[in-house]
């Protein structure tokens, strides 16, 4: 009975990390529609224009780094956490380069 208990927990764990995969990525999807992108991956790979998208990506990053230290406690969610955590810090360091504000050809941003 008790390994039953353990298989069931194990099994809740990874589910709610499958949930949180989902929520997170839907929430990428319509936050990339709202700054006007055409997909999340173009989203995702542009440098940040507009204070609204810093505040996104500092979100993201540390929403990453929360995943990722839940995960010492549940580590389905440390897989979780890297990809924020990597997308959202790669759009900050590009904003704190200044790139967001150079006028890129390859963007597909209709707000540009």
């Known amino acids: 009975m008790f390994v039953y208990l353990i298989f069931a927990g194990l099994l809740g764990a990874f589910v709610v990390a499958i949930v949180l995969l989902v929520a ?49 406690i549940f580590p389905p969610l440390l897989l979780i956490g890297v990809f924020p955590l990597f997308y959202g810090t790669r759009k900050l360091v590009y904003a704190s380069m200044g790139l967001g504000l150079l006028d890129d050809a390859d963007r597909t941003h209709p707000g540009a």
Do not use: I, M, N, S
């Open 24 to 72: 997170l990525w839907k929430r990428q999807q319509r936050k990339a529609r709202e700054f006007g992108y055409p997909t999340l991956g173009a989203y995702l790979r542009a440098a940040p224009a507009t204070d609204a998208e810093r505040r996104d990506a500092a979100d993201l990053t540390l929403r990453g780094v929360v995943f990722c230290l839940l995960g010492f």
